[in-house]
């Protein structure tokens, strides 16, 4: 089943990534404004924030891994983590539920939203 849905676990990887990309960047583009050390200082500095949110961000995957739950994803039988009522395998991205009431329904993250 190809679902236009990633794990989240991996999708706040992906962000936490993103981040440490921009803060380089910023810090590049800051390097272009060396004749002006107000805008090198604050670019250098924005881009230091950027670094240290993905740290931030690092630290909270690690956070919330502690209360997945691991399980071996009947798709492709690697062992996979579970956050909420509903998420996507980290590999192959097959939904995957732990609650019986929503086994065989189709997938939708809003099941995640407490009713
Ligand atoms: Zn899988």
Redesign the pocket.
């Known amino acids: 089943m190809a679902l236009n849905y990633a794990s989240k676990i991996n999708k706040i990887r992906t962000f936490a990534l993103a981040l440490v990309f921009i803060g380089i960047l910023v810090m590049y583009i800051g390097i272009f404004f060396r004749s002006s050390p107000v805008i090198m200082s604050i670019t250098m500095i924005l881009g230091f924030l950027f670094v240290i949110s993905s740290s931030v961000v690092y630290f909270w995957i690690g956070m919330l891994s502690t209360k997945t739950v691991q399980v071996v ?6 062992s ?1 983590k579970i956050l909420g009522r509903v998420d ?7 939904p ?1 539920t732990l609650d019986p009431e929503l086994e065989g329904l189709e997938f939708d993250e809003s099941y995640n939203k407490k009713q």
């Open positions: 994803c009947p798709s492709c039988e690697k996979t996507a395998c980290m590999h192959c991205d097959e995957l």
